[in-house]
């Protein structure tokens, strides 16, 4: 299976033009849109939501991981192989705590470049093809590199802030919720906000943090928006 995570959206054409050739040239492969609304221009918070992502995929999955604000510049085209998945995407901080938490991947500068290469959709001309040709069991060129080399390796992430906002309004934050005591406070925005378990926990309207789905720390407001009450943004500092 191919599983695209993007910052693309869905209202325009690149999702589709980036699926169309995964399925004219691997058109016996399944494919999901595991996120189309990734962190837009934050390749490292859209790592840090990948890397959690990738514990429900199943085994054998390739994640097409497109979120290339760089893109058309000198930035490495890399494939990644571990035992259980495989991925595909740009050399700037993406795959980076994705290497931390799985640290089984063999990592390979992609050598292979397409006798077509817009200056602008990576996705579509080059990564693409790579996810196909892997999904299907055909070699593609490569240069090993160590996890040392990637860009952003040993640098400093702040997983401790606002890592995407849903449609619903909840902000999810980097932060790992295991071993958090039910009875702490978390503050972002100059708000300090405590604990419920379920969304029926709190009241109509009242602002709290839950361990979600993914295992990590998340605001939210029971039948209404974290974002417009607390007027959150991605990339605020948390504090607890």
Known sequence: ????YTDFGTTGPYLGQMHAVIATQAPRVPRITLMADA????????GILLSYLCDDLPAQTLILAVVDPGVGGGRRPLMLKGERLQFVGPDNGLFVPVVHRYEDCLIEAIDWRPPRLSDSFHGRDLFAPVAAALATGKAVAGTPIEPRELV?????HDSNRIIYIDAYGNA??????DGLSDERTISVN???LPFARTFSEAHPGQPFWYRNSNGLVEFAVNRGSASRLLNLRPGMPVQY
């Open 190 to 192: 100059g708000t300090a």
């Open 39 to 46: 962190p837009m221009f934050d390749p490292v918070s859209a």
């Open 172 to 177: 999810m934050t980097g932060i790992e919720a």
């Open 1 to 4: 299976m191919i599983a695209s």
């Open 152 to 156: 952003g390796y040993d640098s400093t």
